[in-house]
């Protein structure tokens, strides 16, 4: 797995993290995915990504916490 399909969310800025990652998945390809790293359970952007770019994606957890969570976002 390449690091440049990695997004760390527990980086960003809590004032840019969800532009960050609607435009790392808005630059993606039909069939490509990045992982998301984060250190809560990311659901509410779940719903915020189906609200605003409708079904249009595959939402895999690879692990699912305690402490990280990382989620597999494939564009369909």
């Known amino acids: 797995?390449?690091?440049?399909?990695?997004?760390?969310?527990?980086?960003?800025?809590?004032?840019?993290?969800?532009?960050?990652?609607?435009?790392?998945?808005?630059?993606?390809?039909?069939?490509?995915h990045f992982i998301l790293h984060?250190?809560?359970?990311?659901?509410?952007?779940?719903y915020q990504l189906i609200q605003l770019r409708g079904d249009v994606f595959i939402w895999e957890y690879l692990e699912q916490g305690p402490e990280w969570f990382k989620i597999k976002i494939t564009k369909k």
Request: charged residues 25%.
């Open 38 to 46: 984060n250190d809560h359970d990311p659901k509410p952007l779940y």
């Open 1 to 32: 797995m390449e690091n440049s399909n990695i997004l760390n969310a527990t980086l960003l800025e809590p004032r840019i993290k969800h532009a960050t990652i609607f435009a790392r998945y808005d630059a993606l390809q039909p069939g490509e």
